[in-house]
């Protein structure tokens, strides 16, 4: 138990529960730890989603067979992400995606009753899971916008134009690399190389996280 709690009173979805209180829950209800080797599923596709998969460690991705039968790459969880917060409450749970693990990964389950029970005794969880879900139609909805854009430059300056800039017109951007690629649903090296070609092309000056729009272009 206490190994479990060094691993979960961290994660965002816990965030302002006291460690005693947490190891307490746990202590009463039935859960799951289970270890995903490389390569393996731990949800499939069309599978009904009836309990909470918290992604301890590890990294995973998430891919759909669409009608044709292609693979699609849809997203990246990297630990310590909380899977499908919201599908866990609707009249038609069934997961989209299949999600594999790409790295060896551990996975905290937790049934749907223990979720709401657990609810119903802390407040801070409620609040924390209202959060999750709440953030994850957000980010669903800010991808959707980007595929209106034909190509990776354009939904990088689209980003630009949406952040808000110092006095100096430098940008801090929020997400880190692998999360922008993942938003604008492409690779994290084609991200990279997109913006390597920005500041080739003098439309950006770029250190790290911090990025400054030299020239704007239609």
């Not at 009753?113 to 953030?135: G, R, Y």
């Not at 690629?181 to 090296?189: A, N, W």
Request: proline fraction near 4%.
């Amino acid at each position: 138990m206490e190994n479990l709690i060094e691993k979960i009173e961290n994660l965002p979805l816990f965030s302002g529960i006291d460690k005693q209180e947490l190891s307490s829950y746990f202590s009463k209800i039935r859960y799951y730890e289970k270890t995903y080797t490389k390569g393996k599923p731990l949800i499939l596709q069309g599978m009904p989603y009836k309990a909470l998969y918290i992604i301890t460690k590890g990294y995973c991705i998430g891919e759909m067979t669409d009608e044709s039968g292609k693979l699609l790459k849809i997203e990246d969880f990297p630990a310590p992400y909380t899977l499908a917060s919201a599908l866990l409450f609707a009249d038609d749970n069934r997961m989209p995606v299949t999600v594999w693990a790409k790295t060896e990964a551990e996975v905290l389950i937790i049934s749907y009753d223990n979720i709401i029970s657990f609810c119903q005794l802390e407040k801070h969880f409620m609040v924390n899971l209202l959060n999750d879900v709440a953030n994850k139609f957000t980010f669903i909805s800010n991808k959707l916008v980007y595929l209106q854009f034909k190509s990776l430059r354009e939904k990088i300056l689209y980003y630009l134009s949406k952040q808000k800039p110092d006095d100096s017109g430098t940008i801090v951007l929020k997400q880190s690399i692998q999360e922008l690629s993942t938003l604008f649903g492409v690779e994290r090296p084609s991200l990279s190389r997109a913006l390597i070609r920005m500041e080739k092309d003098k439309i950006i000056e770029r250190n790290g996280k911090v990025i400054k729009m030299i020239r704007n272009i239609s």
